[in-house]
């Protein structure tokens, strides 16, 4: 559902100043020629235009993520297949392991 010239960005967003781990991670798509002047994104490898914050990029190194597209009224929806618990626990270097759903 990516349209010409669009990303997909997988960003952090910092929820308290007391805990530089507390945050939340978001799927979103964007322009690449923009992504490409940001500061505090990584390319990921491979074909697929992905672009990560460098806050979460050590922890997505190495794993496999399902990303999925939809569209719900019109608007483009992008999920993965991240714990949601992403925060604090991906900043100590410990994910949950996947369950099978």
Do not use: N, Q
Not at 22 to 47: I, P
Not at 60 to 66: P, T
Not at 77 to 95: C, E, H, K
């Amino acid at each position: 559902m990516l349209r010409p010239g669009e990303a997909l960005v997988l960003d952090w967003h910092r929820l308290a100043i007391c805990c530089a781990g507390a945050g939340e991670a978001s799927l979103y798509a964007a322009g690449e020629e923009g992504l490409r002047k940001r500061k505090g994104l990584v390319r990921l490898k491979g074909e697929d235009p992905i672009y990560a914050a460098h806050a979460i990029f050590p922890h997505l190194a190495g794993r496999e993520i399902k990303l999925d597209a939809s569209k719900t009224f019109g608007v483009r929806r992008f999920t993965s297949d991240l714990p949601g618990d992403f925060g604090l626990r991906a900043v100590m270097g410990y994910l949950p392991e996947r369950t099978e759903r």
